[in-house]
């Protein structure tokens, strides 16, 4: 797979809601492939949509809820090949923003790690609020850019 050359880039837009008990909001999702991972809600630019807009329907469609964008958190910064076996001939490029929701109660979330039914072949998606302080304990981040992106909440953190 890491063979293949390049032929496009797959821009992701992905946000960071914290809610007022200082937890975050991640994504636990199982993917075609069978992979599990912990991740934050986001996706797929689509063609013709600007990063705030897709932003916005991305989180509607996966929670429900509508966000408003606070800030600009970080764009990737070093060469990602994708992840996905459908597209492993895209370089990644995922931008992250900081996020509010007056609805973030009506999210629905569990206490439990991927708690969903997995069937094989087919995606699966469930949200889980995590305490900022225990977030660069999650094993189950695998994605590197979202690995940077936790190195970086946790630097945040501590500069206050």
């Given at each position: 797979?890491?063979?293949?050359?390049?032929?496009?880039?797959n821009i992701r837009v992905y946000g960071i809601l914290i809610n007022p008990h200082q937890q975050i909001?991640?994504?636990?999702?199982?993917?075609?492939?069978?992979?599990?991972?912990?991740?934050?809600?986001?996706g797929g630019l689509e063609l013709g949509e600007g990063l705030i807009d897709g932003l916005k329907r991305e989180f509607?469609?996966?929670t429900g809820v509508e966000v408003e964008v606070k800030s600009h958190f970080y764009t990737t910064d070093f060469f990602v090949r994708s992840f996905f076996e459908l597209s492993p001939?895209?370089?990644?490029?995922?931008?992250?923003?900081?996020?509010?929701s007056k609805d973030w109660t009506q999210i629905k979330t569990s206490d439990k790690k991927f708690d969903f039914e997995y069937v094989a072949g087919k995606e699966a998606e469930s949200f889980r609020w995590v305490n900022v302080s225990e977030l660069q304990n999650e094993t189950d981040i695998i994605l590197p850019i979202d690995k940077v992106v936790v190195g970086k909440?946790?630097?945040?953190?501590?500069s206050f």
């Open positions: 797979m890491s063979g293949l050359p390049l032929k496009r880039f909001l991640v994504s636990d999702e199982a993917f075609k492939s069978g992979q599990l991972a912990t991740k934050f809600p986001g509607v469609e996966e001939d895209s370089q990644i490029i995922s931008i992250y923003y900081l996020l509010e909440l946790m630097q945040q953190l501590k």
